[in-house]
């Protein structure tokens, strides 16, 4: 065992013993409020979180929430709380219809992307990012929030041009699973409101509603003792409370305003059964939902030292769920068991799982009887400790983080705090309450806790949904049920408890030599050589405490087997990693790092191959004993390969089932003839041409040898620390010569133009994809630019083909410009329709990109563009993960690191005319690829 971690090990042993013997603190002291947090509320009731939070730097998350959602409407009203939401974007008292989306672009803030907003049963939130370079934007984006508050205007004329548009989102909601879903969610909810107050509302309310019902709604609800401002970010709190008086201190409450009511879940008072099939289920699934209870959040610290002791328990249950499906015959493909919220203040245990071919008995067997083990015969001592250690970690890195969390995170939770009573009392009490009872927690404990949670002869509902076809019989009700008891009644056994090493290699590898140094200031890395060849770029960072991101690329990958290889090298990653490494399952691997914030991977694409790995700072020589067995201990492992094949084959069995994924493989085999590289949905007979030992053979002659690798190591490190744990991780793997470049497969789309329909599906809905593709130079300038003319192309979509003729919810255009295989460009315009206006949709569209081509972009366009790409490139370049993924992209395509600081310039150097290029020389209107998808039934 390394030195280094004996001594964390030492350390975690002597930091539990030492917390145990500490004072804990009182149960009966209330939970504090995040010191950081300004909660206020004015005189009308409105109340406010303010926060300063400096990451991302010059950003401000602004929210206004609202207790109104689909829960509230009248019977003329069903899908007006989320119509609401839509008119906010549509005229206001200081922005009128269209102005406000152009106003926030222009300071870049993209629509969609950064302002956005939802609806739920009981809540309407909107959500609006702020750069705050100029104050102006601050005093601006709170008048906004002020205006979405109590001053949209709801024009007949306005609400008129977006019925379209929500009707439009409607119908890209329909499918097998809204069908079976107004079914179930009645029985689900046991008859209450919530199965009749679905947000997207009903489709003859949202046609023929009056003006005045949506009118009515805003009145009765949007009122401030019912909002929520929250404002986190780069901002003066004292300024921001300045401003959120002045905005929203003149609201005013109705006089006899309705009493704000949360709707009542009944009482499950019998057991019930339902089986609902549909020919477009994607797949067969269980559930048992037992009795609906109260959830209520807890205010002190008793009360989250029971949370705890919940969660502690619901991880070890999840563990051993997961073990279920390492049988060589699972007996389902996915599943566990667990509380899960329902609604705001209720909560339920359910059962769930993805059924395989052996249908639902096997899964009901397994889950049930797994959960009577846990009530009957509790967890093991081993269990709870590798537990507690994991749960510690997670505080603890989040704690490490507390400084440069970003500030969406914080809203998140004071949103919750606001809507549903969440307590928030900050990372640092929570991390010192983690600390000073989790060692107090006994296994009777948990034990206890389980035995009262897991149901045992209450009242459930016992659901099947699944694919309606001949060759899967529908489940008898009574049988569902009656198996169900069966489980429950069958004998069980208590779990043996297992040892578990203490860590991965009982001996080191022997350390290689770092034979070559070199420092760039400019990009702050240090390129290390090492004695087998492999090269390893150092960038440490302070972007974050407690994060380390690990990289590895090289060419070749899957294009050096044959055609008749190609699906063993496919599935090779995901083979290996389901066997494990060394002696140890992938669920023994969890055991032993448990309480260790760690994980490695490999991975095979077309034209190479990666390595990953993440870390917390003190967990950095476990990622790369990690890494380094699985290049150099894979495990073999038959029945794990047996079980994997067999879940993929349950999973593969209705993949075609929905038309989405039949038009989805439609494309790909029409744009590509059919190729046999090109990656389809799979089918059951895929997996009988997976091998085994192909598998191994093909993982260890390419993962065998680390010849040509070059590493990439971002985070929060010392490099000199780190230096000799590459030299006895990485400088250690062994260089049998391979092949370090890919070879071409071919795979080339077809020329001119080419329309196809595909017919599948029972709803009035159509689906348009429209790809451009070609040969072309790959350049940075030039993927910039390409990329700059979509983004303003996807402006004026939005701008005509929703907004001004409302054919269209949402969709757009997409590209990229390729150096590998070969120079290579690919455009795909996906559009979402009804059938009746699929040419529509095509004309307008093309007109948009011919008028790109003759007359290019506006200058306030563009301008738009760069902007919101400047604000991102901000913020990205705080991120390791940015960081990571560049020098991985440039070193593949041969670019100079360096050329990640020369992006501004590159934004900068943009001009309409560039677009205007790029939009004659990448849309060939003599060759496309052009797939629709319609409704089976003409007509519809």
């Given at each position: 065992m390394?030195?280094?971690?004996?001594?964390?090990?030492?350390l975690?042993?002597?930091?539990?013993?030492f917390?145990?013997?500490?004072a804990a603190?009182?149960?009966s002291?209330?939970?504090?409020v995040?010191?950081?947090?300004?909660?206020g509320?004015?005189?009308?009731?409105?109340?406010?979180y303010?926060?300063?939070?400096?990451?991302?730097?010059k950003?401000?998350?602004?929210?206004?929430?609202?207790?109104?959602g689909s829960?509230?409407?009248d019977?003329?009203?069903l899908?007006l709380?989320?119509?609401t939401?839509?008119m906010a974007?549509?005229g206001?008292?200081?922005?009128?219809?269209?102005?406000?989306?152009?106003?926030?672009q222009?300071?870049?803030?993209?629509f969609?992307?950064?302002l956005?907003?939802?609806?739920?049963?009981?809540?309407?939130?909107?959500?609006?990012p702020i750069?705050?370079?100029?104050?102006?934007?601050?005093?601006?984006?709170?008048?906004?929030l002020?205006?979405w508050a109590q001053g949209?205007k709801?024009?007949d004329?306005d609400?008129?041009?977006?019925?379209g548009?929500?009707?439009?989102e409607?119908?890209?909601?329909?499918g097998a699973?809204d069908?079976m879903n107004?079914?179930?969610?009645?029985?689900?909810?046991?008859?209450?409101?919530?199965a009749e107050?679905?947000?997207?509302?009903k489709a003859?309310?949202?046609?023929?509603f009056?003006p005045?019902?949506?009118?009515?709604?805003?009145k009765?609800?949007?009122r401030?003792?019912?909002?929520a401002?929250?404002?986190?970010?780069?901002?003066?709190?004292?300024a921001?409370?300045q401003?959120i008086?002045?905005?929203?201190?003149?609201?005013?409450?109705?006089e006899d305003?309705?009493?704000r009511?949360y709707?009542?879940?009944?009482e499950?008072?019998?057991s019930?059964?339902?089986v609902?099939?549909?020919?477009?289920?994607?797949g067969n699934?269980?559930?048992?939902?037992?009795?609906?209870i109260?959830?209520v959040?807890?205010t002190?610290?008793?009360g989250?030292?029971s949370?705890?002791?919940e969660?502690?328990?619901s991880?070890?249950?999840?563990?051993?769920?997961a073990?279920?499906?390492q049988r060589?015959d699972?007996?389902?493909?996915?599943?566990g068991s667990?509380m899960v919220k329902?609604?705001?203040?209720?909560?339920?245990?359910?059962?769930s799982?993805?059924?395989?071919?052996g249908?639902?008995?096997?899964?009901?067997n397994?889950l049930?009887q797994?959960?009577e083990?846990?009530?009957q015969?509790?967890?093991?001592?081993s269990?709870?400790?590798?537990?507690?250690?994991?749960l510690?970690?997670?505080?603890e890195r989040?704690?490490?983080?507390?400084?440069?969390?970003?500030?969406?995170?914080?809203?998140?939770e004071y949103?919750?705090?606001?809507l549903?009573g969440?307590s928030?009392?900050?990372?640092?009490?929570?991390?010192?309450?983690?600390?000073?009872?989790?060692p107090g927690?006994?296994?009777?404990?948990?034990?206890?806790f389980?035995r009262?949670?897991?149901?045992t002869?209450?009242?459930?509902?016992?659901?099947?949904?699944?694919v309606?076809s001949?060759?899967?019989p529908?489940?008898?009700p009574?049988e569902?049920?009656?198996?169900?008891?069966a489980a429950r009644?069958?004998t069980?056994?208590?779990?043996?408890?297992?040892a578990?090493?203490?860590?991965?290699?009982?001996?080191?590898?022997e350390?290689?030599?770092i034979?070559?140094?070199?420092?760039?200031?400019a990009?702050g890395t240090?390129?290390?050589?090492?004695g087998?060849g492999?090269h390893?770029?150092?960038?440490?960072?302070?972007?974050?405490?407690?994060?380390?991101?690990?990289g590895a690329v090289?060419l070749g990958?899957?294009s050096?087997v044959?055609?008749?290889?190609i699906f063993?090298?496919r599935y090779a990653?995901?083979?290996?990693?389901s066997m494990?490494?060394?002696d140890?399952?992938p669920?023994?691997l969890?055991?032993?790092?448990?309480?260790?914030?760690?994980?490695?991977?490999v991975s095979?694409?077309?034209?190479?191959?990666?390595?990953?790995g993440?870390?917390?700072?003190?967990d950095?020589?476990?990622?790369?004993q990690?890494?380094?067995?699985?290049?150099?201990?894979?495990?073999?492992?038959?029945?794990?390969?047996e079980?994997?094949?067999?879940?993929?084959?349950d999973?593969?069995?209705?993949s075609l089932?929905r038309?989405?994924a039949?038009f989805?493989?439609?494309?790909a085999?029409?744009?590509?003839?059919n190729?046999p590289?090109?990656?389809?949905a799979p089918?059951v007979?895929d997996?009988?041409k997976v091998q085994?030992?192909r598998?191994?053979?093909i993982?260890r002659?390419r993962f065998?040898?680390?010849?040509?690798?070059?590493?990439?190591?971002?985070?929060?490190?010392d490099?000199e620390?780190?230096?000799?744990?590459?030299?006895?991780?990485i400088?250690?793997l062994?260089?049998?010569?391979?092949?370090?470049?890919?070879h071409d497969p071919?795979?080339?789309?077809?020329?001119g133009?080419?329309?196809?329909?595909?017919r599948?599906g029972?709803e009035?809905?159509?689906?348009?994809?429209?790809?451009?593709?070609?040969?072309a130079?790959?350049?940075q300038?030039?993927q910039t630019k390409l990329?700059?003319?979509l983004?303003?192309?996807?402006?004026?979509?939005?701008?005509?083909l929703?907004?001004?003729?409302g054919?269209i919810?949402g969709?757009g255009?997409?590209?990229?410009?390729s150096?590998?295989p070969y120079?290579n460009?690919a455009?795909?315009?996906?559009?979402?329709?009804?059938?009746?206006?699929v040419?529509?949709?095509?004309?307008?569209?093309?007109?948009?990109?011919?008028?790109?081509?003759t007359?290019?972009?506006?200058?306030?366009?563009?301008?738009k563009v760069?902007?919101?790409?400047t604000?991102?490139?901000?913020?990205?370049m705080?991120?390791?993960?940015?960081?990571l993924?560049y020098?991985q992209?440039a070193?593949?395509?041969?670019?100079?690191p360096?050329?990640?600081?020369?992006?501004?310039?590159?934004?900068d150097?943009?001009?309409?005319?560039?677009l205007?290029k790029?939009a004659?020389?990448?849309?060939d209107?003599?060759n496309?690829?052009q797939?629709v998808l319609?409704p089976?039934?003409?007509?519809?």
């Amino acid at each position: 065992m390394p030195l280094r971690l004996i001594r964390l090990a030492a350390l975690a042993l002597l930091s539990l013993s030492f917390l145990a013997q500490a004072a804990a603190p009182a149960l009966s002291e209330p939970l504090p409020v995040d010191p950081q947090v300004r909660v206020g509320k004015l005189a009308n009731g409105l109340t406010y979180y303010i926060q300063k939070n400096a990451r991302p730097e010059k950003k401000l998350e602004l929210r206004l929430v609202v207790k109104a959602g689909s829960i509230l409407e009248d019977e003329d009203q069903l899908g007006l709380a989320h119509f609401t939401e839509h008119m906010a974007f549509n005229g206001s008292t200081h922005f009128k219809r269209h102005e406000l989306v152009s106003y926030l672009q222009s300071i870049g803030i993209k629509f969609g992307a950064d302002l956005n907003a939802y609806t739920g049963f009981d809540e309407t939130v909107y959500i609006l990012p702020i750069p705050t370079d100029k104050p102006e934007n601050i005093e601006k984006g709170f008048l906004v929030l002020q205006d979405w508050a109590q001053g949209l205007k709801l024009n007949d004329a306005d609400i008129e041009s977006e019925r379209g548009i929500v009707l439009e989102e409607l119908r890209l909601g329909k499918g097998a699973n809204d069908r079976m879903n107004k079914i179930l969610l009645p029985r689900i909810f046991n008859g209450s409101r919530y199965a009749e107050r679905l947000p997207i509302g009903k489709a003859e309310v949202l046609r023929s509603f009056k003006p005045d019902a949506i009118r009515r709604f805003y009145k009765e609800w949007y009122r401030p003792e019912l909002m929520a401002v929250i404002a986190v970010g780069d901002i003066d709190p004292a300024a921001a409370e300045q401003m959120i008086r002045a905005n929203f201190s003149q609201l005013k409450n109705p006089e006899d305003a309705r009493p704000r009511e949360y709707a009542r879940i009944p009482e499950r008072l019998k057991s019930d059964v339902l089986v609902l099939r549909d020919r477009e289920a994607s797949g067969n699934m269980l559930l048992i939902r037992y009795p609906i209870i109260p959830k209520v959040e807890s205010t002190t610290v008793g009360g989250y030292r029971s949370d705890l002791v919940e969660r502690l328990a619901s991880a070890i249950l999840s563990q051993r769920m997961a073990e279920l499906t390492q049988r060589a015959d699972p007996p389902f493909i996915q599943g566990g068991s667990g509380m899960v919220k329902v609604a705001r203040g209720y909560r339920a245990f359910n059962v769930s799982a993805l059924l395989g071919k052996g249908g639902p008995t096997p899964a009901i067997n397994a889950l049930v009887q797994e959960n009577e083990r846990a009530r009957q015969f509790g967890f093991t001592a081993s269990e709870l400790e590798r537990a507690k250690r994991s749960l510690l970690r997670n505080y603890e890195r989040v704690y490490n983080e507390r400084e440069k969390s970003d500030s969406a995170g914080y809203v998140a939770e004071y949103i919750r705090n606001f809507l549903e009573g969440e307590s928030m009392p900050g990372i640092e009490n929570e991390y010192r309450y983690a600390r000073e009872l989790l060692p107090g927690i006994a296994l009777d404990e948990v034990n206890a806790f389980v035995r009262k949670a897991i149901p045992t002869e209450e009242p459930k509902l016992v659901v099947y949904m699944g694919v309606d076809s001949p060759d899967v019989p529908a489940p008898v009700p009574a049988e569902l049920l009656a198996a169900v008891d069966a489980a429950r009644g069958a004998t069980v056994t208590a779990r043996e408890d297992k040892a578990y090493a203490s860590q991965l290699l009982e001996k080191l590898p022997e350390p290689g030599r770092i034979v070559s140094e070199t420092r760039d200031a400019a990009l702050g890395t240090t390129e290390l050589v090492l004695g087998n060849g492999v090269h390893v770029i150092l960038k440490p960072t302070d972007f974050r405490n407690d994060q380390v991101l690990l990289g590895a690329v090289r060419l070749g990958g899957q294009s050096l087997v044959g055609d008749e290889d190609i699906f063993n090298a496919r599935y090779a990653n995901a083979v290996m990693a389901s066997m494990g490494a060394l002696d140890y399952t992938p669920l023994d691997l969890q055991k032993i790092l448990a309480g260790r914030s760690v994980n490695a991977a490999v991975s095979m694409s077309a034209l190479s191959e990666g390595l990953a790995g993440t870390a917390g700072s003190a967990d950095v020589e476990t990622m790369l004993q990690l890494l380094y067995v699985r290049l150099m201990y894979p495990r073999k492992d038959p029945a794990l390969f047996e079980s994997f094949l067999a879940r993929q084959r349950d999973a593969a069995r209705n993949s075609l089932a929905r038309p989405e994924a039949v038009f989805a493989d439609t494309i790909a085999s029409t744009l590509f003839n059919n190729h046999p590289r090109v990656p389809r949905a799979p089918r059951v007979e895929d997996f009988d041409k997976v091998q085994l030992d192909r598998i191994e053979q093909i993982y260890r002659s390419r993962f065998g040898s680390a010849k040509g690798w070059t590493f990439f190591i971002v985070g929060s490190f010392d490099a000199e620390k780190i230096k000799p744990l590459v030299a006895t991780y990485i400088a250690s793997l062994p260089v049998p010569d391979i092949p370090l470049n890919f070879h071409d497969p071919m795979v080339r789309p077809v020329r001119g133009v080419v329309k196809k329909e595909v017919r599948r599906g029972r709803e009035a809905k159509s689906s348009i994809s429209i790809t451009f593709s070609g040969t072309a130079d790959y350049s940075q300038m030039e993927q910039t630019k390409l990329q700059a003319m979509l983004e303003v192309l996807n402006i004026k979509l939005t701008e005509v083909l929703r907004e001004q003729k409302g054919l269209i919810y949402g969709g757009g255009a997409n590209g990229t410009l390729s150096k590998l295989p070969y120079g290579n460009y690919a455009i795909t315009l996906s559009l979402p329709c009804g059938p009746e206006n699929v040419d529509k949709v095509i004309d307008a569209a093309f007109a948009e990109i011919r008028k790109l081509q003759t007359q290019g972009p506006e200058a306030g366009d563009l301008e738009k563009v760069k902007q919101n790409w400047t604000n991102n490139h901000r913020k990205s370049m705080r991120e390791n993960g940015y960081w990571l993924n560049y020098f991985q992209s440039a070193y593949l395509n041969g670019l100079a690191p360096a050329t990640i600081l020369q992006y501004a310039e590159r934004v900068d150097a943009l001009k309409p005319g560039d677009l205007q290029k790029a939009a004659a020389r990448y849309f060939d209107f003599e060759n496309y690829v052009q797939v629709v998808l319609y409704p089976e039934t003409p007509g519809l």
